[in-house]
């Protein structure tokens, strides 16, 4: 069965630098998003992607997030200069219809991210 | 900001008895309604999902939604321990494309 998957499963860094985190959709799927989720808190939505652009984006989704589809498997989420606060683990998912409202969305395995 | 809200828990059942969650939201022009099961560590998988009025069932689970009291619930019936997580009731905007999460209802059924 197709699966979400996501690259690096743990991604350590200092803060202040920049990372890229790496998610391959289902081969089929048009609508891409990325959540975070703080420990112990509720899943967030950052943003959604559909026909290479962003569709929407949550008040989080600020200047230090970009997300990229550099080809025809990657969704990536770029977070510059990053912060304590961005500790989290970021959950990638696709879903295969057109009408996102009414579609079921495939989590990925989740990145934890560490920023120290 | 969007609101939903949910019982954090945890709650706890015999395994066989019915479980009840609750789930309000705020946004009146949420259309689409979701329960995702969440294990510890893992990622969030999708139980049921209800866009209409009324009840909605699919094997063990059955999702009831009251628009005008902008309320959902899931029901699980003859519960077992496997159904022990944490569950997740999302609802999208107006605009269909953002989802918005409440903290989650820990369940533990007990063998």
Redesign the interface.
Known sequence: EPEVTQTPSHQVTQMGQEVILRCVPISNHLYFYWYRQILGQKVEFLVSFYNNEISEKSEIFDDQFSVERPDGSNFTLKIRSTKLEDSAMYFCASSPLRSASTDTQYFGPGTRLTVL | ?KEVEQNSGPLSVPEGAIASLNCTYSDRVS??FFWYRQYSG?????IM?I?SNGDKEDGRFTAQLNKASQYVSLLIRDSQPSDSATY?C?V??N??????????TSLTVIP
């Open positions: 900001q259309q689409s893992k990622s969030p998988e999708l999902s866009y997740l999302a999208n905007s605009t269909g494309n953002q989802f918005y999460f409440g903290t989650g």
